[in-house]
């Protein structure tokens, strides 16, 4: 595992326009993982075993969600594993206490249909006063699709028809302010080749990613 990661932390944006620069607040939190396997309320999905297999293998820990809730806390969102086909979200309920050194307060987990995928992106998007869910594979392949959800724990998200990801591996995403509600959703092209090389093998400054853009 490389050493910078299974770290949470937090940034700040100061700046603007090509100014723009990301600063730490507080300090880098290393115990987030642990304190997920010692969760008493998952104990039944085995995270520390999870935890020790890579995490794109089957039943491998992945983190790639993460969403901040209306009054302050997080959400985090399991790519993996997926247990008995349903994602996995973690409320982080004192998350600026956690960058200021304070251990972490986790909540009741949430199981969501997502067609038995993962989370790879959430984002709450205060214009619907919903979750805007990008789900897919645990595992390098399979298809992805969006979903609405309410943020209630025992509301079913809801797909949202009509977009098609075919050739794109959406991976974040973004919600634009304004009267239309439109997410910028970015594809991971890391391994996409280009020559005899995969793209984030590429020097810096060739290497490239792709965008769409959704009106909800």
């Known amino acids: ?7 949470f932390f937090a940034t700040q944006i100061n700046g603007a326009g090509e100014a723009v620069e990301l600063s730490v607040v507080g300090k880098p939190y290393r115990k987030l993982v642990r304190d997920l396997t010692r969760l008493p309320a998952l104990k039944a999905y085995k995270l520390g075993d999870a ?9 491998g820990l992945n983190i790639e969600g993460l969403a901040a809730t209306p009054d302050g806390r997080l959400l985090i969102g399991l790519r993996g594993p997926i247990p008995d086909g349903k994602a996995l979200l973690i409320p982080l309920n004192n998350p600026q206490e956690v960058v200021a ?8 987990p949430i199981l969501l249909a997502l067609g038995g ?3 790879r992106s959430i984002d709450y998007v205060p214009a619907l006063g919903q ?3 990008m789900a897919g594979a645990a595992g390098v392949s399979g298809q992805f699709q969006m979903y609405r959800w309410s943020g209630v724990a025992d509301d079913d998200p ?3 028809n009509g977009e098609s990801f075919s050739g794109l591996q959406p991976e974040a995403m973004i919600a634009y302010p304004g009267s239309q509600v439109r997410m910028l959703v970015f594809s991971d092209d890391g391994t996409r080749e280009k020559g005899s090389l995969m793209c984030k093998d590429l020097p810096v400054g060739q290497r490239r990613f792709r965008t769409l853009w959704i009106t909800l």
């Open 158 to 160: 809801v797909v949202v």
């Open 131 to 133: 979750y805007i869910i």
């Open 101 to 108: 050194g304070k251990s972490a307060r986790l909540g009741a």
């Open 51 to 59: 935890a020790k297999i890579p995490p794109k293998e089957p039943g």
């Open 117 to 119: 995928r993962g989370v």
């Open 1 to 7: 595992m490389r050493s910078g990661r299974r770290r």
